[in-house]
């Protein structure tokens, strides 16, 4: 059973940071692009960032640019999610993503979520 498993995510104060992780089981990603989403009550899903498969490239929403970095670990299986100067408008569910033919969107696998929630 292919299994995305997201942790990580809490409660934090503006300005503060968290580490979100992503661990796979069941089959390797390490071939395939992995990507971060998120959706805040009331909204839709939204793109926060992707990477490819062999952490070359990456790639960021225009409003976690600076503040957000997204990084793999192909041996371990496992994406991060590195957030700084966390925003209010940043609480969400998070999910991770993996395995798509576009980097922005049409992911195949998906992961349950992590709250993070953002207090100012």
């Known amino acids: 059973q292919v299994q995305l498993v997201e942790s990580g995510g809490g409660l934090v104060q503006a300005g503060g940071s968290l580490r979100l992780s992503c661990a796979a089981s069941g089959r390797t990603f390490s071939r395939y692009a992995k990507a971060w989403f998120r959706q805040a009550p009331g909204k839709e899903r939204e793109f926060v960032a992707a990477?490819?498969?062999?952490?070359?490239?990456?790639y960021y929403a225009d409003s976690v640019k600076g503040r957000f970095t997204i990084s793999r670990d192909n041996a371990k299986n496992t994406m991060y999610l590195q957030m700084n100067s966390l925003k209010p408008e940043d609480t969400a569910v998070y999910y991770c993503?993996?395995?798509?033919?576009?980097?922005?969107?049409?992911?195949?696998?998906w992961g349950q979520g992590t709250q993070v929630t953002v207090s100012s």
């Open positions: 990477i490819t498969w062999s952490g070359e490239s990456t």
């Open positions: 993503a993996a395995k798509a033919n576009s980097i922005y969107r049409d992911y195949e696998y």
